[in-house]
């Protein structure tokens, strides 16, 4: 990705950021490096099925009847 790109990224979100914050009269509060993560399976199917469609595709999901999960 282009410097120039990821700073105007960033500035948007902070700038994002500060707006709500003296709006609501808030304070910060980091939601986390691990915040899609700690979703759900079905808010993480959501958003990277919304992902995909902004790409310009098509996507059908299936339930996986046998899920087996190692840790």
Same mark, same amino acid.
């Given at each position: ?32 490096? $691990? ?28 339930? $996986? ?7």
């Amino acid at each position: 990705m282009d410097r120039d790109l990821a700073r105007t990224i960033t500035a948007a979100s902070i700038l994002t950021a500060a707006y709500h914050m003296l709006r609501d009269g808030t304070h910060y509060q980091d939601l986390g490096a $691990d915040l899609f993560r700690r979703a759900s399976p079905e808010s993480q199917a959501n958003h990277l099925i919304r992902q995909i469609i902004k790409l310009g595709f098509t996507c059908t999901l299936v339930p $996986d009847t046998v899920t087996e999960v190692s840790v």
